[in-house]
């Protein structure tokens, strides 16, 4: 596999199943090199996989989001393509063919939709822009001379949506009238987010998520509410817990019962399990499912006799479905392969899901009779041309006793006995596992000559609460200890040449990437994408306030603790590892100032370093030509550093 390669791949998801089980609408993703962008289609496959259709073709507007209309009969979509109203709205197609017709024309962000069971309804998610239409007259002049941004919120800043005033209008669900168009204000509370909805299979309720506390900014505290499908209904709470509920929610066939994920206590917000729960609509003592389990799930799928719900469940680089009894909350785990459930969907008695393995990219299959069956093609001919790295299970045992799993996986043309360059790659999160997935950054390393190990440090998801939640307020400790306990490993095993390791992650990782070059020398190449090496530098300047309150504390408060974990920068004469730090400069999540200071420690020390900004970037990066750029330079960093003379690769 080469970086060519990397635009080649067809991202497939978003299953949809339709009202008969006949058929599964899907999306599929591709790059268009010639306009820097990703453009998403619509497409539908049979359920015996013998007729695989596309029905959209994305000029320079993408459609997403396929829903079946509830006889069948249509497939609606959201699109920002040309129309009577500019903007995301919702288009519907006959299953048959011919012309997509524009449906809705709603003059704010559009984030949601989903048919009434009666097919009557639209149910949107709407948030208003009250001077929308006059930004859109004077959007000249707006360039010209801009307004000030006047912040007077404790949450003030957020990833791609920018800072964050009073002045910002929460979503509220609407219903729309799908013969006349009439649309009207389900939810009218203008001081709160309604999130998640979705309608009871009577028609007649419609459950959602929202935060109703005082400040919704100071905490996480959400819960689930249901409200009657009519004007003028007033909203009920049905939750208690003062932390996360809701996530994605599932009604019970006869409209009794709300399927949702209760989370752990709200201090742990960036470690969060959830757990599977049932409360009855009409209201009562709600029911945590998995108590047992100590696993994160998500994505419940009421069975069709109510008996049961299907959740996926994060699980030791595995996420699999599983089935999860009402009675008893027995756990019935349903895929034994090792492998990754992206998204699942039901109808009509049967189950669609996107799995993808170490080796194959996500595709759609059907789950028949407890078995996975392939429906879908869409990578299979690139695949074929390819020669791609094993990976294999590696599990480690702690100076502290603490076990650890992860993934490392073998140079293209791997021989037993020969020792290979090695890089230590980072997930981020750290509420987040590697798991057995094609992920594209592992193939292209192989393919280059280079091991590649993903650990599951302390902190990651996959394990127990207590696994996760034992980094709270200790940053850069057991992480390393984990990391360096798995890198001994793999030099053990003989796979990874002990004078030829390298380290880099993003996000977390690239933080986690500060914490160990600053803890050790043996790596010779380190790639730090989107990190941090000083989190009181960082009180107020990124998205996590309230982590930070709830975690750390204020640092008049805590200032030993920010003194702590800031040890990368505050003691960066430690550091001697050659470091490239990288970053997109529109980053609110962990913006670029991070990189920078880590960056001017190193410039200031003579330690080889270089910093990459690029422009228009928010923390995950959208533009593929900077993507493949990214990859160049991971590929020229590490190999100026790792790789002899003779064997280096263009």
Not at 39 to 55: A, E, F, K, P, Y
Not at 463 to 482: H, L, M, N, P, T
Request: proline content about 6%; hydrophobic content about 35%; overall charge negative.
């Amino acid at each position: 596999m080469t970086l060519d390669d990397l635009f080649r791949f067809q991202d497939v998801g978003d299953p949809e199943v339709s009202p008969d089980g006949k058929w599964v609408a899907y999306t599929v993703s591709t790059i268009d090199t010639t306009a820097d962008k990703r453009l998403t289609d619509i497409w539908m496959v049979n359920w015996d996989g013998s007729q695989d259709i596309r029905l959209t073709y994305a000029d320079a507007e993408s459609s997403s989001t396929p829903r079946w209309s509830p006889d069948g009969k249509y497939i609606s979509f959201t699109s920002g393509r040309p129309g009577k109203t500019k903007g995301s709205q919702v288009w519907v197609l006959d299953r048959r063919g011919g012309e997509a017709r524009q449906l809705t024309d709603v003059k704010n962000h559009l984030s949601f939709y989903a048919w009434s069971p009666d097919a009557k309804k639209l149910l949107l998610s709407i948030a208003e822009d009250k001077d929308a239409e006059a930004k859109e007259k004077d959007k000249d002049k707006e360039k010209e001379k801009p307004k000030p941004i006047v912040i007077d919120r404790y949450h003030f800043k957020q990833d791609i949506e920018g800072y964050i005033s009073s002045e910002t209008t929460p979503t509220l669900l609407y219903l729309f009238d799908v013969e006349t168009h009439k649309l009207e204000k389900l939810t009218t509370d203008t001081k709160y987010n309604e999130e998640n909805p979705t309608w009871s299979p009577d028609g007649t309720q419609i459950a959602y998520v929202s935060n109703h506390n005082v400040d919704p900014d100071r905490t996480t505290n959400t819960d689930v509410f249901v409200v009657d499908a009519k004007l003028n209904s007033a909203p009920r709470k049905l939750t208690t817990f003062n932390g996360p509920d809701g996530g994605h929610m599932a009604w019970s066939p006869d409209s009794k019962l709300i399927a949702y994920l209760h989370g752990s206590e709200p201090k742990y917000l960036e470690y969060n399990q959830s757990q599977l729960a049932v409360v009855p609509a009409a209201g009562g003592e709600p029911r945590v499912l998995t108590a047992k389990l100590d696993r994160a799930v998500s994505s419940p799928i009421f069975a069709a006799d109510g008996q049961s719900v299907t959740v996926l469940v994060t699980d030791d680089r595995s996420e699999y479905p599983a089935a999860v009894s009402l009675s008893d909350g027995t756990v019935k785990r349903l895929v034994d392969t090792p492998g990754t459930v992206m998204r699942q969907d039901a109808a009509a008695g049967h189950t669609a899901m996107v799995w993808t393995t170490d080796t194959a990219p996500g595709e759609v299959y059907a789950f028949d009779d407890g078995k996975l069956r392939k429906l879908t093609t869409h990578n299979d001919a690139l695949l074929a041309q390819l020669k791609l790295g094993e990976t294999r299970d590696l599990q480690a045992k702690t100076k502290d006793g603490a076990d650890v799993h992860a993934l490392l996986t073998l140079p293209v043309g791997y021989q037993a006995g020969q020792k290979f360059p090695m890089l230590l790659r980072i997930h981020g999160g750290p509420d987040a596992q590697d798991a057995h997935a094609f992920v594209t950054e592992r193939q292209l390393f192989a393919a280059r000559g280079y091991a590649v190990l993903n650990v599951n440090y302390r902190g990651s998801a996959g394990r127990s609460a207590a696994y996760q939640q034992i980094i709270f307020a200790d940053w850069g400790d057991k992480e390393v200890i984990d990391l360096l306990a798995c890198v001994d490993e793999a030099v053990k095993e003989g796979v990874a040449d002990p004078d030829r390791l390298g380290v880099g992650g993003w996000s977390y990782g690239g933080i986690s990437t500060d914490y160990t070059i600053a803890s050790t020398n043996r790596f010779k190449a380190a790639i730090s994408g989107a990190g941090m090496g000083n989190p009181l530098g960082f009180y107020g300047v990124d998205q996590y306030i309230v982590q930070y309150d709830q975690e750390l504390g204020p640092p008049w408060k805590a200032l030993d603790t920010y003194l702590k974990l800031g040890y990368p920068l505050l003691h960066a004469d430690r550091i001697h590892t050659p470091t490239l730090f990288m970053g997109g400069d529109k980053d609110f999540n962990v913006p670029l100032v991070g990189g920078e200071q880590m960056y001017q420690a190193l410039r200031s020390l003579n330690v080889p370093t270089e910093l990459v900004v690029y422009p228009g970037q928010f923390h995950g990066f959208t533009r593929p030509s900077f993507i493949r750029d990214r990859y160049q330079r991971y590929f020229a960093w590490y190999d100026k550093y790792l790789m002899p003379a003779s064997g280096t690769k263009k």
